[in-house]
């Protein structure tokens, strides 16, 4: 069977060259689209590169607050434990102050800006 439609060699040529054309439009939306596309892939790094700097900067904070609490905590142990040494020791009663002018304070004396009389 013969088809029905004759068909020459130059058409089918014509058809199998034929290739798509991008216009000068279609260009410029292809072009900004990808320009946008970058812009907020570039973007969203930027972001989430500033997100993890201000996490490591604010632990880095916490942790020299909670070393300054363990050192406060450390000192203050060490004088607990001076204080308990001093008052188990047997010599407490001998320890007397340095100096030749020692003032005794007296517990019914006033103190400074506060009285005891009623």
Request: aromatic content about 2%; glycine content about 6%; charged content about 30%.
């Amino acid at each position: 069977m013969m088809s029905r439609y004759k068909t020459t060699k130059r058409q089918r040529r014509r058809t199998v060259r034929r290739r798509v054309k991008i216009g000068p439009t279609v260009g410029m939306v292809l072009a900004i689209s990808a320009s946008l596309v970058l812009g907020l892939v570039s973007i969203t790094q930027s972001i989430s590169r500033e997100t993890a700097i201000y996490e490591s900067t604010e632990l880095r904070e916490e942790k020299g607050g909670v070393e300054q609490e363990i050192n406060e905590l450390k000192l203050l142990e060490a004088r607990a434990k001076t204080l308990d040494r001093i008052a188990q020791s047997e010599v407490r009663e001998e320890l007397v102050p340095i100096g030749d002018d020692v003032e005794y304070l007296d517990s019914e004396q006033a103190v400074a800006g506060a009285s005891t009389e009623q």
